[in-house]
């Protein structure tokens, strides 16, 4: 593969990774009292998953670093902060 399509592709993982984190945070956020913490780590999960299984490792990474801290920052308490109770 060419470096240029390996950039690309790439890139096109990174986007879909912060997109789909973003839909999924918009998605889950009304409903995060009756989802509990345990749920919504599974759906952040299988997120994370699912782009590694499509774009690869360092894709995969990226996606796994970005759903910890969206997690983190809008479902553990306290909310909104990086801090856990």
């Avoid at 950039?7 to 918009?26: D, N, P, Y």
């Avoid at 009304?30 to 913490?37: D, E, K, T």
């Amino acid at each position: 593969m060419r470096l240029s399509t390996a950039l690309r592709k790439r890139r096109t993982g990174v986007a879909v990774s912060t997109m789909s984190a973003a839909l999924l945070t918009a998605i889950l956020a009304p409903f995060h009292a009756q989802l509990g913490l345990f749920n919504a780590g599974l759906l952040y999960l299988l997120l994370s998953l699912l782009i590694a299984a499509t774009w690869g490792w360092q894709t995969g990474l990226f996606a796994a670093l970005l759903a910890n801290l969206t997690f983190n920052f809008f479902f553990v308490p306290p909310r909104h902060t990086f801090t856990v109770e």
